[in-house]
């Protein structure tokens, strides 16, 4: 999530808000029935990529899962788009449940290859860890399973519910500790 969706994927949306002036709004994407096709997991509707600076990981990842190689296959400078494509056949192959595992080095070789041309397309300069990060993705995935087997996502959806158990800043842990108990215990 914070590594592939809130690193790399919105670097990469951010370059080409900045340099090609794209624009996209995503609500034309989900009219006339094709929001019920899309998975029960993305609840959020859509967003025009110009708020981009508030896009959840969710969205994040419906964009990079499932919109992307749609909508963005005539908006990009082919080398950017093949590009794109790199990253998100990868990451399909390790959210897969036995394909994480069956084609793992194709996903590293991949991941690998994203990581050198990123350099050649975008600079040396914004190439920072969660780039680097990613060419060792494919072996996470053979130690841990699936990337959502180890994903921060059902955390995340916890953080809401655990922030409404302190009130006050002296103390958070002990508060916690309380709150919840006493939530276990009802």
């Known amino acids: 999530m914070h590594n592939v969706l809130l690193g790399v994927f919105r670097t990469i949306l951010k370059h080409w808000l900045n340099s090609f002036a794209i624009t996209c709004h995503l609500n034309g994407v ?15 509707t859509p967003r025009p990529l110009t708020d981009l600076k508030w896009f959840k990981a969710t969205e994040l990842r419906l964009m990079l899962l499932y919109f992307g190689p749609f909508i963005f296959v005539d908006m990009l400078d082919k080398r950017y788009y093949k590009h794109f494509i790199k990253l998100h056949s990868a990451i399909r192959i390790l959210c897969h449940p036995t394909l994480h595992c069956t084609m793992n080095n194709i996903a590293k070789n991949i991941l690998e290859a994203f990581a050198r041309d990123f350099m050649s397309l975008y600079g040396e300069q914004f190439f920072v860890y969660n780039f680097h990060l990613l060419t060792h993705l494919a072996d996470d995935c ?40 006493e939530h276990i215990s009802n």
Do not use: W
């Not at 989900?30 to 959020?44: A, P, Y």
């Not at 180890?150 to 922030?163: C, G, V």
């Open 30 to 44: 989900v009219t006339g029935g094709r929001k019920k096709q899309i998975c029960c997991d993305f609840e959020r």
């Open 142 to 181: 053979m130690l841990h399973g699936k990337l959502d087997d180890f994903s921060a996502f059902p955390f995340e959806n916890y953080l809401q519910t655990m922030l409404h158990y302190i009130e006050k800043a002296p103390y958070p842990l002990q508060q916690f500790r309380n709150r919840f108990s």
